[in-house]
């Protein structure tokens, strides 16, 4: 997966004066969201393809980015919304870019993997080894995750700092012992190194990744309508993807959107846990831990300020609208 918490720094300048946009600029255009590729969000792709954005009467333009370009849009003020982890969120709202998480689209289950080279089949196998990650990211969180339930902490291991989609290359040279990525990264590595295997996965701590549709404070409080009509639609994908009669239908959108054949997206799919409205409902409650969207904030948010990707601790209620999601 995704989380890119050292990245967006750079775009966020000037963020707070074009996210002053008057209500009145904003109303004459569609609801502009930015999405990228993660199974909870190419699932989208089914609302645009069949035109149900139309037929809910609001008018929204989804706009396709690579992960990282799509959260520097968002900070720029060229979207509404964006799709992001909740990790993010925070992020971008510490440097700059406030925004509001009111759809949970999944969490992470399963394509978020901690892979280990031959030899290696434990976590606790890892004592002493060199450890292939990107520093600050949500794949960090999930290692240091790993190696607390196996008794062992960051100090156990050496850590290389590698950009997420380098790791199956770095894996397959030697360099390193395991490394910590998600999908499609994480199924290269396993793919291009024989005997690699994952000894931890994101379906180990769910919870732990959420992903989420983040709308701008000022788009939300001018069209929060529209914005409840976009979450009904979005619930209509849900459903559709989850019925077995048209489950391959979607499968079949989702694969094009990103190229690849309906066999292969079908297991990224499966390591998404793609939420009911009930689903999201419950995760939407407050609560401590992995089982609350606030809880896996708060420990998203001393995760930050402990590696220093921003240094003030963050509200968590204020970047949390349950009310849409709620109302449906």
Do not use: C
């Not at 199956?168 to 396993?190: E, R, Y």
């Not at 639609?233 to 989850?242: D, I």
């Not at 089982?291 to 921003?310: A, C, H, P, Q």
């Amino acid at each position: 997966m995704k989380l890119s918490l050292r990245k967006v720094f750079s775009a966020l300048a000037g963020v707070a004066m074009l996210a002053g946009s008057s209500a009145s600029a904003l109303a004459a255009e569609p609801l502009k969201i930015g999405y990228s590729d993660w199974p909870g969000w190419v699932a989208w792709e089914v609302a645009v393809e069949k035109q149900w954005f139309k037929e809910a009467g609001v008018d929204v333009k989804f706009e396709w980015f690579d992960y990282v370009a799509s959260m520097d849009a968002f900070a720029a003020g060229q979207l509404d919304a964006v799709t992001m982890t909740n990790g993010d969120a925070l992020v971008t709202g510490a440097t700059g870019a406030q925004s509001v998480m009111v759809i949970i689209n999944d969490y992470s289950n399963g394509n978020d993997m901690v892979v280990a080279g031959p030899g290696i089949t434990s976590v606790k196998d890892l004592k002493g080894k060199k450890v292939g990650v990107e520093i600050g990211f949500v794949g960090h969180l999930l290692l240091l995750n790993a190696l607390e339930k196996a008794g062992l902490s960051e100090k156990d291991v050496e850590l290389v700092n590698v950009p997420t989609n380098e790791t199956p290359q770095v894996l397959a040279s030697g360099d390193v012992d395991a490394i910590v990525a998600w999908q499609p990264n994480s199924g290269m590595a396993l793919k291009l190194v024989p005997g690699a295997k994952p000894i931890y996965t994101s379906a180990d701590e769910p919870g732990l990744i959420y992903d989420v549709l983040a709308v701008s404070p000022q788009s939300l409080a001018a069209h929060r309508a529209e914005w409840a009509k976009v979450a009904k639609v979005w619930y209509r994908v849900v459903n559709y993807l989850h019925d077995p009669k048209t489950h391959d239908d979607a499968i079949r959108i989702m694969a094009a959107r990103v190229g690849v054949s309906p066999e292969e997206y079908e297991s990224f799919v499966s390591g998404t846990k793609i939420l009911t409205l009930a689903e999201a409902k419950k995760y939407f409650a407050k609560g401590d831990g992995f089982g609350s969207l606030y809880g896996s904030s708060k420990i998203v948010d001393k995760f930050n300020l402990d590696n220093d990707v921003y240094k003030a601790a963050q509200d968590i209620d204020s970047y949390i609208d349950p009310s849409i999601t709620e109302g449906l």
